[in-house]
């Protein structure tokens, strides 16, 4: 997936309010952006970091900066977490996910179960489904040196734990569904339920396994001009 271009590198002054971040551009101006991700960012919200901003020509935005990426120790990381279904999405079309080729339609934001929409749902010429659900990844808590773990979530989430409900409700139908934990960043090898951070969700996800749900979880190559899936991570039980 391409990012917009271009992006403006600041630095991270700091982030609050879970959707605001002071940043000082390379110009020395400092601005309130953005920040798309409604989560904790643990190990990300250090004043001093390098950031890249993208730029909104929108004059009804009270805030046209957006903050796009982070450089931490590891490289860079994606902070938006709006923009993996589309990374994911453009993975399918290109044949890039195996697992996830012999469809012949994919379609975004479909309603199903209670009050949700999937992510993607794939259907073939036979007409069967595959709900395709992608969750955002950027906890990164251990401190080993090269490839480390990367974890999900990083704060409690009903909302994830019922998408997971949602999901085994289609396997029981006779459907196929995926969950695909994509990590936006790149130094880490392996993934785990953070089962501390949201003891529910790590019992609902495991349940989720035993009830036919598949899980996948990939890693991506960043760069300023773009995010695209790289490798596939394993994934740690227990």
Known sequence: M?????????????????????VQLESGENITAHCPNPGRMIGLNDPGSNVWLSLSRNPKRKFPYTLELMEVTGGLVGINTGIPNSIVADAILDKKISELTGYNSLRREVKYGGKS???????????????????????????????????????????GTRHINELANQVAQGDRSVLIFLVQRMDCGYFKIAKDIDPKYYHTFVKGLEAGIEVLCFDTDICLESITIRNKLEVLLG
């Open 2 to 22: 391409q990012l917009p271009r271009p992006l403006y590198p600041g630095k991270l002054l700091k982030r609050y309010k879970r959707f605001l971040a002071d």
């Open 117 to 159: 929409r999937i992510d993607i749902l794939l259907t073939d010429v036979g007409g069967n489904r595959c709900w395709v659900e992608v969750k955002n990844v950027h906890l990164r808590r251990d401190k080993n040196n090269g490839p480390g773990i990367a974890e999900f979530p990083d704060s409690v989430t009903d909302r």
